[in-house]
């Protein structure tokens, strides 16, 4: 990753906490520029657009493409784990990143609020993670009547929505207090369960 300018870090923190604070309706080059005290001539001269810099920032980030990264190394042959073993850890640690990470709530919520390059090409790079392992897992799947990529959607939107649940307050959800730990490995089984009735 490329070190940052002065300029730059100013840039990103100033999107960072306004994003945090107020969403993505609060980002614009006249409210980044204002709160880091950055002109917005140099913006517009490194970065061109505002879609540029947004992107530079979420990169810089690097929520998706070290996930890809990861991926790749974990379904590598020499691998220490069985697929399925991966499935769960990847969905698993997802559930503790929308739990946790403030900002990747954020960027769920834009992502299905409205239309965005932007968010298409978050898309693009979270498939991308997914068709890996769909291919890898050609081979692990059990014959069922019921399609395994379907059972997967279904897994990631509900542990998607499950953590944006929780982290709004809103713990409780069919009974379970998914605010504790307890109640947070009881969904983790859950989905561990499922897995196993698909894969070898």
């Not at 379904?75 to 499935?87: E, G, K, T, V």
């Amino acid at each position: 990753m490329t070190e940052l300018s002065i300029k730059d870090k100013k840039l990103f923190s100033s999107i960072e906490e306004l994003f945090l604070k107020k969403g993505h309706a609060a980002l614009g080059i006249n409210a980044i520029s204002k709160k880091s005290g950055v002109d917005k001539s140099y913006i517009y001269r490194k970065y061109e657009t505002f879609e540029n810099l947004l992107e530079a920032y979420f990169i810089h980030k690097d929520y998706w493409s070290a996930r890809v990264s990861a991926v790749n190394d974990a379904i590598s042959n020499d691998a220490p784990f069985s697929l399925r073993q991966i499935i769960d850890y990847y969905l698993h640690t997802q559930f503790d990143t929308v739990l946790k990470d403030h900002q990747f709530q954020k960027l769920m919520l834009w992502s299905v609020s409205e239309e965005h390059e932007l968010m298409k090409s978050f898309i693009e790079k979270r498939e991308q993670v997914g068709e890996k392992l769909f291919e890898a897992l050609q081979s692990e799947m059990l014959e069922t009547e019921v399609d395994f990529r379907a059972i997967s959607a279904i897994n990631v939107a509900a542990l998607y929505y499950l953590g944006l649940h929780a982290a709004s307050n809103n713990g409780t959800f069919c009974g379970l207090d998914l605010s504790t730990a307890q109640d947070q490995q009881k969904i983790k089984d859950a989905i561990s369960f499922i897995n196993k009735k698909f894969l070898k």
